[in-house]
Every structure is written in structure tokens, then in C-alpha cells.
């Protein structure tokens, strides 16, 4: 109970800590997930509290309706030339700054407006952080609804303990925009730049969790407040 309360009050720091990072007149990609929800609302309240202007481009329809909620623009990603700041939570995080994301069901969408992004700042707490990505979490697979059985034995053939995923009534879980996802354990992750582009070459998968090069900034949320950690990752050469 202590270290959930712990992680809680860590999720606040970072949040905040990201949020002062927006500066009126920006276009800000709005993540997805509890973390990210953090960020909306402080947003929203340096929205009513300071007179703050930006655009908000969100990553799911969860965070634009929080968004709306608080009384912050909006604009889709097609309707705006790019991103200045995007910040998004992540599942787990490695030494090198990759990421799995996904949990949640938004990883095409968070992909997609990261890569439109100039800089992409990942807000977690401690327990995010892990030595090697996969120890905790799933890679998430975002596949079409149509022949996604086929496509869950090419993804078993690449080694992967699948499980399509359901909401917590057993229906099958649908993504914004229409589709399935297939959560996906490996034995060992040791080369995810590999597994991604052996994912992605899979007929029927359209977006992998794993996010590669796409995070410029760290906020890692602490108990007594937040640390900011210039990554200098090598940008992710499918935002060429």
C-alpha cells in the first residue's frame, strides 16, 4: 500500500514537472494512460490559473474528452504541421531509453504523434524503469480484426507467448481505430530493434509497443518531486 501511494505521488511530480514545460502557443502531443492523465489535468488547471494557450493533439479518445473537459483546444495530428512537445507516459524503460507502451490500447495513435513530434519527453515513475524491457511487460502487437488468428501463429512463430486481448467482460478489446491487440511475451529481449522490424514485417500488424529513439527528455517522478534526464536518443529512423 505504501509503495502504491509512493508511485502515485511520483506519477504527480513527473506530471507537473512536463506540464511547465508548456509554453503558450505550442502544439502539444497529449498522451494516454494514468500517468498522461496527470498531465491533462495540470495542464487544465495552468489553462484556468494562468491564461495558458496551447493546442492539445491527443493520442486517444479517452485523453480528448479529458481534454475537452477541461476546456483545452484541440486539433487531430493530420490538422496541424507538427508537434513542438509530446509527452506521454511509457510501461517500461530501458538504460538506452526504449520503451514498451501500449498497455492501455493507444500505441498506433501515440506513435504517430510522436513521430510528428520535434521532441518527445516520457514521463514515469521508478518502478518504469527496468534493465532489460520485457521483465515486466508485454510487448503490445496492434493487428486487423480480419484474419488476426493467422496473424497470432506468424507472431508465435517469431517466438512470441501470445494472448489477444479482452476487456475485463471477455469481449475482445478494440482499439480507436477498429483493431485487435495481441500481447506478446519473449523469453529474451535482448535486441529490439530486431524484434521490431520481425513484428512489423508480419502482413496484418500495423503498429508494435515498442518505442525506439522516441524519447529526448526523461521525467522520472520522485517522492520529494522530479528528475529531468536529456536522453540524446537516436531518433527512430521510421520518423525519417
Known sequence: MVLALEADV?????ARSAADLVQSGMIVGLGSGSTASLLVKRLGE????????????PTSVTTAEQARELNIPLRGVDDVP???????GADEIDPQ??????????????KIVACAAKRRVTIVSPEKIV?????ESPVPVEVSRLGHRHVERRLQKLGAETSLRRTAEGMLFVTDGGNLIIDCRFSTLADPESLEAGLKSVVGVFET????????L???????????????????????
Not at 495552468?46 to 493533439?57: D, M
Not at 520522485?222 to 520518423?239: K, L, M, P, Y
Open 131 to 135: 534493465e532489460r524491457l520485457g521483465a
Open 10 to 14: 511520483a506519477k504527480v511530480h513527473a
Open 218 to 240: 526523461l521525467v522520472v517522478g520522485r517522492a520529494d518531486g522530479a528528475e529531468q534526464i536529456v536522453t540524446h536518443a537516436r531518433r527512430w529512423t521510421g520518423c525519417a
Open 82 to 88: 507538427s508537434v513542438d512537445l509530446n509527452i506521454d
Open 209 to 216: 509497443g515498442l518505442f525506439l529513439g522516441l524519447c529526448d
Open 97 to 110: 531509453y526504449r520503451m514498451i507502451k501500449g498497455r492501455g490500447g493507444a500505441l498506433l495513435r501515440e
Open 46 to 57: 495552468r489553462v484556468a490559473q494562468e491564461g495558458l494557450e496551447f493546442i492539445g493533439v
